[in-house]
């Protein structure tokens, strides 16, 4: 299994920017599916953005397509989360997660799809 660590976290006005970042250890990287979930106080985890090993594929939840973008770098064991435009209502726990098995993204977003997880970090966004 990867070991996941996210930073980047913090607080933002609303309208504003902010990217995550997810380092993950172990030379296996670049064959791991990676996605982004997060989780708001007294809601259920839920999945926002995930990418192929290569990157050439991506997948959003409704909610944040056009305003986030997943991206990650092989070389540098990292997946990012850009995240644009942000309202209130993205305020939650970002968590990293990360998978080796093989399949289309789009159908593997829920929380058993990913075997490997961070210990997350925080995005609070003011009104």
């Known amino acids: 299994q990867a070991q996941l660590l996210e930073s980047g976290g913090g607080l933002v006005q609303a309208g504003g920017s902010l990217r995550i970042s997810c380092a993950a250890s172990?030379?296996?990287?670049?064959?791991?599916?990676m996605a982004w979930f997060r989780q708001a106080p007294g809601k259920e985890r839920e999945f926002v953005a995930g990418?192929?090993?290569?990157?050439?594929?991506?997948y959003y939840a409704d909610s944040v397509k056009g305003r986030f973008t997943i991206s990650r770098d092989n070389a540098k064991n990292t997946v990012y989360l850009q995240m644009n435009s942000l309202k209130p209502e993205d305020t939650a726990v970002y968590y990293c997660?990360?998978?080796?098995?093989?399949?289309?993204?789009?159908?593997?977003?829920?929380?058993?799809?990913?075997?490997?997880w961070g210990q997350g970090t925080q995005v609070t966004v003011s009104s």
């Open positions: 990418i192929s090993w290569s990157g050439g594929s991506t």
């Open positions: 997660a990360a998978d080796p098995k093989i399949g289309l993204i789009a159908t593997m977003t829920r929380r058993t799809d990913f075997g490997s």
């Open positions: 172990g030379r296996a990287f670049s064959r791991y599916r």
